[in-house]
């Protein structure tokens, strides 16, 4: 099968197919049969969006959680195996049930399941699903009931995008092809579950918008994706990230029913991503909480309150708002750490804001997260930063 990405001579049938291949980040290629042109594509999936259907509330279910989601992302399904990159031992194609269990009784009630599209897929179709894969979805949900926590499913990469790299064929932002997988994808999701009670499940469309996603082609993405899972699921409760890598709300969506916006607690930058490999504008020093003047570029130092601040009028509307990722690296000193996080959990507790740290088990985590700082206590084989669990217990 061909990895170059080529689009290959449309087969002649009754309707135009149009058969391309789809390179994925490890090099895995998919073909993906479609029977809709361009102009068929954006006239209807876009038309139907601009409609204003979405906000019909006589065909959908206004729902809002009752209380503050509070929890983890759990990585079980996060990235598909590459080439080239280290084994993870978090992402091993599957969750656990001993996480939900554990998150139970620590008093948490939140799991947003951050996934990667390609663990999910077989063969040569972005739409033919690994019933499986999709059996350990359902593991998942099925122990957050048991366990009273809330499952949120994520395309953290979805066909077409991921913030993470830039190896997708066909561009989300822009493609009719990654758009009709997309809300396939979405539309297979809605009807697997549909039934699930909203207290159980959620959706979040995908994450963190940038490049080809993000600007104006945002919001047309958002109301193509969640008009898909309304298809099929008229009731389901829809997390939508912020535009620009979740950095600004979306204000046209405001009162559309069974819809929240999340956005990211990943500031001051200088401090959350401080030792980074991949980040090489923060001082070689490490930081402290408050900063110290002058630490860091103006960017680097922005603050969580004017993070909120971009989510303020949202909050004043009556929308369901959320931090969806949040947390710091193992090499910023503890005390740091823990002193920053407490400002920010004090800040989005007064606001009503829930949040999930990213991650349980990873460096940003309160397990195995590699930290040399501080000593930590045996939890079922791995490394438990108790210090931090107990300061998450308060908020």
């Given amino acids: 099968m061909p990895l170059n990405g080529q689009t290959k001579q449309p087969q002649q049938t009754h309707s135009p197919i149009i058969v391309q291949t789809w390179r994925g980040g490890g090099g895995d290629s998919f073909?993906?049969?479609?029977?809709?042109?361009?102009?068929?594509?954006?006239?209807?999936?876009?038309?139907?969006?601009?409609?204003?259907?979405?906000?019909?509330?006589?065909?959908?279910?206004?729902?809002?959680?009752?209380?503050r989601w509070r929890g983890f992302n759990l990585l079980g399904m996060f990235r598909c195996p590459t080439t080239g990159l280290k084994p993870d031992p978090r992402?091993?194609?599957?969750?656990?049930e001993w996480?939900?269990?554990?998150?139970?009784?620590?008093?948490?009630?939140?799991?947003?399941?951050?996934?990667?599209?390609?663990?999910?897929?077989?063969?040569?179709?972005?739409?033919?699903?690994?019933?499986?894969?999709?059996k350990s979805l359902d593991d998942a949900i099925g122990w957050g009931r048991k366990y009273g926590i809330h499952v949120q499913i994520a395309l953290h990469r979805i066909?077409?995008?991921?913030?993470?790299?830039?190896?997708?064929?066909?561009?989300?932002?822009?493609?009719?092809?990654?758009?009709?997988?997309?809300?396939?994808?979405?539309?297979?999701?809605?009807?697997?579950?549909?039934?699930?009670?909203n207290d159980v499940l959620s959706f979040n469309l995908f994450n963190e918008p940038e490049r080809h996603t993000a600007g104006a082609n945002y919001l047309p993405l958002c109301r193509m994706l969640?008009?898909?899972?309304?298809?099929?699921?008229?009731?389901?409760?829809?997390?939508?990230?912020?535009?620009?890598?979740?950095?600004?709300?979306?204000?046209?969506?405001?009162?559309?029913?069974?819809?929240?916006?999340?956005?990211?607690?990943?500031?001051?930058?200088?401090?959350?991503?401080?030792?980074?490999?991949?980040?090489?504008?923060i001082p070689k020093t490490p930081p402290t909480w408050p900063l110290a003047p002058g630490y860091g570029t103006p960017f680097g130092r922005r603050s969580p309150e004017e993070t909120v601040a971009q989510y303020q009028g949202a909050i004043?509307?009556?929308?369901?708002?959320?931090?969806?990722?949040?947390?710091?690296?193992?090499?910023?000193p503890h005390a740091t750490v823990l002193a920053w996080m407490e400002h920010c959990l004090k800040l989005w507790k007064a606001r009503g804001l829930?949040?999930?740290?990213?991650?349980l088990r990873g460096r940003?985590?309160?397990?195995?997260?590699?930290?040399?700082d501080i000593a930590y206590e045996d939890f079922r084989g791995h490394k438990l930063d108790r210090k931090m669990l107990e300061l998450l217990r308060q908020y």
């Fill in 159 to 197: 066909p077409g995008y991921c913030i993470l790299d830039q190896t997708e064929a066909f561009p989300l932002g822009t493609s009719p092809v990654a758009q009709k997988a997309a809300c396939e994808m979405w539309a297979a999701f809605a009807k697997r579950w549909k039934g699930v009670p």
């Fill in 226 to 281: 969640i008009e898909a899972i309304r298809k099929e699921d008229g009731a389901r409760f829809i997390m939508v990230d912020g535009n620009n890598c979740a950095s600004k709300p979306v204000p046209e969506l405001y009162g559309t029913p069974s819809v929240g916006q999340a956005f990211r607690g990943y500031t001051p930058h200088v401090i959350t991503h401080y030792g980074l490999d991949y980040v090489r504008s």
């Fill in 31 to 67: 073909s993906f049969r479609s029977s809709l042109t361009r102009k068929h594509f954006l006239g209807g999936a876009f038309a139907v969006a601009a409609a204003g259907g979405l906000h019909a509330k006589e065909n959908v279910q206004d729902w809002t959680p009752s209380n």
């Fill in 91 to 96: 992402v091993d194609g599957h969750f656990v």
């Fill in 364 to 372: 940003f985590g309160i397990m195995d997260s590699g930290r040399t």
């Fill in 99 to 134: 996480e939900f269990q554990a998150l139970h009784d620590w008093g948490f009630n939140f799991a947003r399941l951050p996934l990667d599209y390609r663990i999910l897929v077989s063969g040569d179709s972005w739409t033919n699903l690994n019933e499986q894969k999709m």
């Fill in 354 to 359: 829930g949040w999930a740290l990213w991650n």
């Fill in 316 to 332: 004043d509307a009556g929308e369901f708002c959320m931090v969806g990722e949040f947390g710091c690296s193992n090499a910023a």
